[in-house]
């Protein structure tokens, strides 16, 4: 039984921490504002110039003016501010957020991290994820383990690359895996969805990992 998106969402929530900054990806990863902890205060910030975002409004009460950069309708705290978003990206790439967490086509297993585009695809733009990922302090990868029967987690990426050696967590519908960004490249499996076993998780990912569950 692997996870489904909303309990990867809840498990990707507890490692939010009081007084954190932090940017939700477009997919799986903007569930996670549903599962933020009662005794966790943490400000979700956005590309499009937006600090304080409440959850998703209640069905007919959307307003078109309130988006998060992946162009869903949100709501606003007492706390919202507001501002350009060349500014949003200044707090970005000057360090100011704590964690980001970003959705993903492929991660290698030294942390390199391809989510931009696929070859041959159109594509709108990079996004932000490149300055994400090199100017914020952790980053967590939320994203479904295969892609039509195909692995995700790698030992080298195939897409264009995102960023090299910068994912530290990735949580998948089998589990939760860490990466050492420094020193020798190591993934490591620390967690199992419930009822998923580790031949499971070998059947389905190529990259090599080690294994110390918790």
């Not at 030294?110 to 980053?139: E, Q, R, T």
């Not at 519908?173 to 020193?183: E, M, Q």
Request: proline content about 4%; glycine content about 10%; aromatic content about 6%.
């Amino acid at each position: 039984m692997a996870w489904t998106r909303e309990q990867m969402a809840a498990r990707a929530a507890k490692e939010l921490r009081d007084g954190f900054y932090v940017n939700l990806g477009i997919g799986i990863p903007t569930l996670v504002a549903n599962f933020i902890p009662a005794d966790v205060s943490v400000s979700l910030q956005s590309e499009n110039g937006m600090l304080g975002m409440g959850p998703f409004p209640l069905e007919g009460m959307e307003d078109a003016d309130l988006i998060n950069a992946g162009k869903q309708t949100i709501t606003e705290l007492p706390t919202t501010s507001y501002f350009s978003s060349a500014e949003s990206f200044a707090m970005i790439r000057g360090g100011h957020i704590d964690l980001s967490i970003l959705g993903a086509m492929e991660v290698a297993e030294n942390g390199d991290l391809a989510n931009w585009m696929i070859p041959g695809k159109m594509a709108k733009g990079m996004g932000g994820a490149m300055d994400l990922v090199s100017g914020v302090k952790k980053v967590i990868v939320l994203m479904e383990h295969t892609a039509r029967g195909e692995p995700k987690l790698r030992h080298t990426c195939s897409l264009p690359l995102t960023g090299q050696r910068v994912v530290d967590m990735v949580i998948t519908d089998l589990g939760v895996f860490t990466l050492a960004r420094t020193g020798q490249p190591k993934m490591t499996l620390t967690e199992l969805a419930d009822g998923v076993g580790v031949r499971d998780v070998e059947e389905a990912t190529e990259a090599h990992f080690d294994i110390e569950l918790h």
